[in-house]
């Protein structure tokens, strides 16, 4: 759940359980530990084992989209820019924005490459 007491912090996950397959560990084959439930954050939509947590936040250093301003009434109005939030994806549909090629398909099962690199807000 959303955290909106004084300690909250902008750019913290909202971590949920998921069951879904397919996806992989946000935090590379590398980092990932492959230990304790997979979770999914509600905001951006990646997937961290429970004990890959820290190291997303530590080495990874992969916030998730603000989620909250904490300006005053006039810095409010005056700050309305939205800045792009880019997560990298193993599977996406459609086309590039940039070159309208049609983004490939996972050919192998399990494939871990990273084929578009998409904006959570906007789905750039």
Sequence with gaps: TCDWNETAVNGDHLWCPTSASGDFCYVG??????????LKCSACKIIAHTHCIPALV????????SSFRDVGPRQYREQTATHHHWVHR??????????????????LFGSKEIVAISCSWCKQ
């Excluded at 530590?58 to 989209?65: D, P, Q, R």
């Design 58 to 65: 530590e080495s990874v250093k992969f916030k998730c989209k």
């Design 29 to 38: 084959a590398d980092v990932c530990r492959k230990h304790g439930p997979r």
């Design 90 to 107: 193993r599977n996406q549909k459609g086309k590039c924005k940039a070159c309208n090629k049609g983004f490939q398909g996972k050919l």
